[in-house]
């Protein structure tokens, strides 16, 4: 079963059977994808992260399904009803859907019609009639009345048999898959607004008659109709075709047809034809409405977690302002703007509170205050939230530069989603247990500018709000994919030993929490590490979590030079080999990138490290840790432009992409309200996936096409030469696009992201866009605050 297993996912990732058996292999023995992608190249024979990632997903699902199929014909088998045939068609069973199909007539229930009936002796009855259609169903049954066996007249008789018939036919797998397949194919989901609750369900208005093909629905649409449904403002149906009453009547003759039925003017055919209508209508329809919308929304999470995961990523590996004292400013009006500066290393070194704006307005003395903590710290670099009060306290932080030009600071708007979790959470208690949790926000603004990455990890990923209805999605598979994603960012990065947190050691291949916090203790009472070999004095580290962790540790200027590189410990022979044949220390050739260029790394395998490791060794060597992530770019928002009401139709603007969905991006351009580029207008050629333009973090230039002022919605292009109005958007819920709409994230967070990499203005061309409707950024919109 595992080779069947193994080729069964090659065939899905692209691979051969032989590499996926020994990806497994690893994986069963403990190892991680990050460890396996980088260091066992020569074993899985070039496996990527994406593929290994995939390969575990599957892994997990096609076990689970094999568990389950020896349940299910232990099950039938202990029922002695396991047939040959039967036993061939379950082990071909390919998916769970069709191994349900076949378990459903022997699986455990309570005692149903059917069965009341075959104990009362009218299975006969049903079969009788079936197999002859000319006998007369009235005078046929009148031989089965019994009131001894509960069959008080011949239509209690008759209704019996038809439950029998209903039962057998609604359970029969070849049936129900056939009917799976082609209501899939045909299946249109219906909307319709709950009788009374139109005004309840205003945000939903464009749901309260709508009908749209399963098989085409885009992932977001269809999860805000399941939301919708879930809060009992519409009802959903899935009917077979755009006209139900057709598509419903060829469901019927489906059955009939399977089950040898026919209208021939006989006798018994029309009450053969209703028991075949009503199996479809009571049995076979509900059954398969809620197995395809179970589908289907396994498919929408799918992609909206993929969203998520992309976005997220992108988050993760945006560029670090890098070892600056930074100033950290988290906003507010009547509770004060909470000051925090971190020196170059991250440390907390002072906090305030101030009260710049209104009601109080202490504008002068809040910049007396700033001034001096800037001149005290050295400070380079100002890091404003991005929530309420954010652009006052950006004009505050322009004043402060020119009252301290000594100091040649920076100012940049940085995203604080999530800084209110991290504030409350466990391990900003242990960071600092005697610090208000008020002013934890600001140390954290401050610091995820300096580096993202190792900020960001510290907040449950799905805090950090740049999902697709992430609230909609089953927790358990969001939370899966996320740390999936975290863990690959953090180990292509790699981590420095001596300075990493607990929680971003966590997050290193093959290190839980518990080695994690003795590594920091171990670091706290016995000084810095001098080389990656004194991580085994860690508890509990043994010889296993060392082998998976130790290179994506760093060791910056120990003993060994080779530490504080991505060349694992036990991959040092091969440079051993190198260093030995042409006559260099290590020291020396570290950064010689034209005599390691004119290296041939087959000269330096052995039986254990291939080609593959050999290159991968040489190019760290070249750049020993490098940094896969972009150079550090800031936006500048433009000046004069702080509200909704300061936008004008025409301006172009540098922003901040925020959050990107399937049907396009949004953008923060300074005004408290994300604006949304809709798909069509990323680029002046056709976009199939907005990331192939813009990911998170981007600093772009778009133009405003619309702004509705009492809706809160901003209509912007990246094409700079659009002069007409943006499409219609897709439809949704109307959910304003405000920050801390409904309780779906914190209370004044965005969902920006830092600034990232600019990216370069699609070149423009006219555009041929129909009128702009209001739902323009209803669908826009409801997607970033369903995030």
């Known amino acids: 079963m595992a080779t069947q297993i193994a080729h ?113 002796g009218l299975e006969p009855l049903a079969d009788g009639l079936l197999a002859d259609p000319m006998l007369l169903p009235e005078a046929f049954a009148a031989g089965f009345v019994d009131a001894d066996k509960g069959v008080a007249d011949v239509k209690a008789a008759l209704e019996g048999a038809r439950a029998i018939l209903m039962e057998r036919w609604g359970e029969d797998a070849a049936l129900v898959g056939e009917l799976r397949d082609w209501l899939s194919d045909t299946g249109v989901i219906r909307a319709r607004v709950i009788e009374g609750k139109e005004n309840e369900a205003a945000k939903y ?39 139900a009453e057709s598509g419903h009547a060829q469901a019927e003759a489906r059955v009939a047809h399977h089950a040898g039925v026919a209208n021939r003017n006989r006798p018994a055919d029309a009450w053969l034809l209703n028991a075949c209508r009503l199996t479809w209508k009571a049995k076979l329809h509900l059954h398969l409405l809620l197995d395809l919308f179970g589908q289907a929304r396994e498919k929408a999470e799918a992609e909206a977690i ?23 400013l988290d906003p507010g009006l009547r509770t004060g703007v909470k000051v925090a500066v971190v020196d170059a290393t991250g440390k907390l070194v002072e906090t305030d509170t101030i009260f710049p704006h209104q009601p109080r307005n202490q504008w002068d003395g809040s910049l007396h205050v700033l ?89 449950e990923p799905k ?52 080695v994690a916090e ?17 991580l085994k004095k860690v508890p509990r580290l043994g010889d296993k979590t060392f082998e998976q962790c130790a290179g994506f540790l760093r060791v910056a200027n120990g003993d060994q030079p080779l530490d504080g590189s991505s060349v694992h410990p036990e991959a040092y022979p091969v440079v051993q080999r190198i260093v030995q044949q042409c006559g260099r220390e290590v020291k020396q050739l570290i950064g010689d990138a034209p005599f390691l260029r004119s290296l041939q790394a087959e000269q330096y395998t052995d039986e254990k490290f291939g080609v593959p490791t050999v290159r991968d060794i040489l ?49 923060d351009i300074g005004v408290h309200q994300d604006g949304l580029v809709h798909i069509s207008m990323l680029a002046d050629r056709y976009v199939k996936d907005p990331r192939e333009v813009v990911k998170a973090g981007d600093v772009i230039r778009v133009k405003v096409l619309e702004v509705d002022i009492p809706r809160k919605r901003i209509a912007l292009t990246c094409r700079l030469e659009d002069s007409a109005p943006a499409p219609q958007a897709d439809r949704g819920d109307e959910r304003g696009n405000k920050r801390g709409d409904s309780g779906r994230r914190e209370p004044s967070r965005g969902a920006r992201s830092e ?33």
Do not use: W
């Open 8 to 120: 069964v996912i090659a065939s899905e990732i692209d691979a051969r059977p032989s590499q996926v058996i020994a990806a497994i292999g690893l994986l069963d023995e403990g190892a991680t994808v990050p460890f396996i992608a980088r260091y066992r190249k020569e074993v899985t024979e070039g496996l990527d992260d994406t593929q290994l990632r995939n390969l575990e997903t599957r892994l997990i699902y096609l076990r689970e399904l094999e568990d389950r199929r020896a349940t299910v014909l232990a099950s039938i088998e202990e029922q002695g009803k396991l047939t040959d045939e039967l036993r061939a068609d379950i082990e071909a069973a390919d998916s769970k859907s069709r191994l349900e199909d076949l378990y459903l007539p022997y699986k455990p229930k309570r005692r149903t019609r059917a069965q009341i009936a075959r104990e009362a």
């Open 518 to 534: 003795n590594i920091v203790v171990y670091r706290d009472q016995n000084g810095a590490f001098r080389n990656r070999k004194e």
């Open 371 to 459: 001034r001096a903590l800037c001149l005290r710290h050295g400070v380079q670099l100002i890091a404003i939230g991005n929530g309420t009060a954010s652009r006052e306290t950006d004009k505050l932080a322009g004043e402060l530069i020119k009252l301290a030009p000594e100091l040649k600071m920076q100012k940049l708007v940085v995203s604080e989603a999530g800084a209110s979790v991290y504030s409350a959470s466990e391990f900003a208690a242990k960071e600092f247990p005697d610090l208000d949790v008020s002013l934890r926000g600001a140390v954290s603004i401050a610091r995820r500018l300096q580096d993202p990455l190792a900020e960001l990890v510290k907040i």
């Open 619 to 667: 190019k760290e060597l070249e750049k020993p840790g490098r940094d896969p992530r972009p150079e550090f770019k800031a936006a500048r928002f433009a000046d004069g432009v702080e509200e909704l009401k300061d936008l004008k139709v025409g301006m172009v603007l540098e922003g901040v992409v925020s959050n990107v969905a399937a049907f396009g991006a949004f953008v």
């Open 463 to 514: 805090a950090i709000g740049v999902g697709q209805y992430q609230h909609d999605v089953d927790g358990y598979r969001l939370a899966r994919a996320l740390d999936a994603r975290v863990e690959d960012c953090v180990n292509a990065v790699g981590v420095d030993v001596n300075t990493a947190s607990a929680a971003l050691l966590a997050r290193v291949s093959g290190l839980s929490s518990t």
């Open 306 to 328: 993929a969203v998520f995961g992309d976005n997220l990523k992108d988050l993760l590996l945006a560029a670090p302002a890098g070892p600056k004292a930074v100033l950290g």
């Open 755 to 787: 600034p990232r990499r600019v990216a370069p203005a699609a070149p423009a061309r006219a555009s041929s866009a129909p009128p702009v409707n209001n739902a323009l950024a209803a669908a826009f919109a409801r997607a970033k605050n369903n995030t």
């Open 205 to 243: 208005r464009d749901y309260f008659d709508h009908a749209e093909s399963l098989t085409k629905i885009p992932s977001h649409r269809l999860l805000a109709l399941f939301r919708a449904r879930r809060e009992e403002f519409i009802q959903l149906d899935l009917d077979p075709g755009t006209d």
